[in-house]
């Protein structure tokens, strides 16, 4: 294991964040790591979480604990990795860049009811 792994609590304390898919903070933690250990600067939202675990979010009502769980996990991860001033990101200035391009891309698309013929 990478000494760049940070977990955030001790396995003896998961808890199930998603009822649907049967899945604890333990698994999500685990999986957040993987995916910094491939790309420590690459943005992590809840359903590339579910991707990588080959589920789907079926009632969406955990992705806002999966959220929680990301950031955290992110900035344990960041703060156990030794790195200069110049590598360092800002992770929620990343994560509201994501959000309004999504939102600006959700308003260009055009609803039925919107159609000429």
Not at 75 to 103: C, P, V, W
Request: aromatic letters at 8%.
């Amino acid at each position: 294991m990478p000494e760049t792994q940070c977990f955030a609590y001790d396995r003896q304390d998961e808890m199930l964040v998603c009822s649907c898919n049967f899945i604890t903070d333990g698994e999500i933690v685990d999986v957040i790591n993987e995916l910094l250990n491939e790309d420590c600067w690459q943005l992590i939202v809840p359903a590339k979480v579910y991707h990588a675990m080959q589920k789907r979010g079926r009632c969406c009502g955990c992705f806002p604990n999966v959220v929680d769980i990301i950031i955290r996990t992110t900035e344990q991860y960041h703060a156990g990795r030794h790195s200069t001033d110049d590598e360092i990101f800002d992770f929620m200035t990343r994560l509201k860049q994501f959000h309004e391009e999504n939102r600006r891309a959700d308003l260009e698309r055009r609803h039925k009811s919107h159609r000429a013929a």
